[in-house]
């Protein structure tokens, strides 16, 4: 089943850019997308205007393909500390669609929407590096499932990606992609390889990673 931001991009890229804003996508929906803006915290904020500037040169509205503008800065958790459970909250940039009206949250690739805690501590912990976080069991039952029910896609996401980048990958990476590709420690080898062939790897963590090879960008997985 194709969700909302699915259906408009299916409608743009068909060559039918909607004159007013399409109806099978609410207005009201704040979609988020996910960019590289640092490996962490400290480097976004050091030059957050400069990682802004970027998005708004480049960044075209998923929906109808138009660029985007500035819209607002607003504030959201980024939890980051596993024994002090400190609350930190930072700057993210909100876009707008000047032919749409579509308003969508710009992300840095360690945050993910509805999780306050950065997305390297959540992968810390399901993959096993961090095995006696603070946050409490409930929390990190509720992030290992959830982790392992989005495991398949976003092999999907990141096998497709590889495969389609017209690199000359060998036989027995071919077979690892499409059949042998198994858990985190499959994702991160995925990572490596699409590395290897000089493939956009910059990321703040494999879940980052991950996340930005999903099309559209604001179907995240992780
Ligand atoms: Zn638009």
């Known amino acids: 089943m194709k969700g909302w931001g699915e259906v408009g991009c299916v409608e743009a890229r068909s060559g039918s850019p909607p004159l007013t ?3 099978r996508l ?5 979609m988020p997308i996910i960019t590289f803006m640092g490996v962490g915290v400290i480097a976004y904020l050091e030059t957050p205007d400069t990682w802004w500037d970027a998005v708004l040169a480049t960044q075209l509205c998923p929906h109808c393909l138009c660029l985007c503008r500035r ?3 607003r504030e959201r958790a980024a939890w980051t500390q596993f024994l002090l459970r400190i609350s930190e909250r930072i700057p993210v940039l909100r876009i707008y669609c000047p032919r749409c009206r579509h308003t969508y949250t710009i992300l840095p690739d360690f945050l993910t929407p509805r999780h306050r805690y950065q997305v390297p501590v959540r992968e810390a912990v399901v993959s096993g590096a961090e095995p006696l976080p603070a946050c409490g069991a409930q929390t990190v039952t509720r992030w290992t499932r959830a982790f392992r029910q989005a495991l398949p896609l976003a092999i999907h996401h990141v096998t ?3 495969l389609t980048a017209g690199v000359p990958l060998r036989g027995q990476e071919q077979r690892f992609l499409t059949g042998e590709m198994r858990g985190y420690a499959g994702l991160q ?3 490596h390889l699409a590395a290897q062939y000089g493939l956009d790897t910059l990321a ?4 980052g990673w991950v996340n930005h090879t999903c099309d559209p960008p604001h179907a995240f997985v992780l």
């Open 26 to 30: 609410p207005p009201w929906v704040l």
């Open 71 to 73: 819209h607002s800065v």
């Open 21 to 23: 804003p399409c109806v």
């Open 160 to 162: 497709a990606w590889i």
């Open 189 to 191: 080898l995925g990572r």
């Open 204 to 207: 703040s963590s494999v879940f």
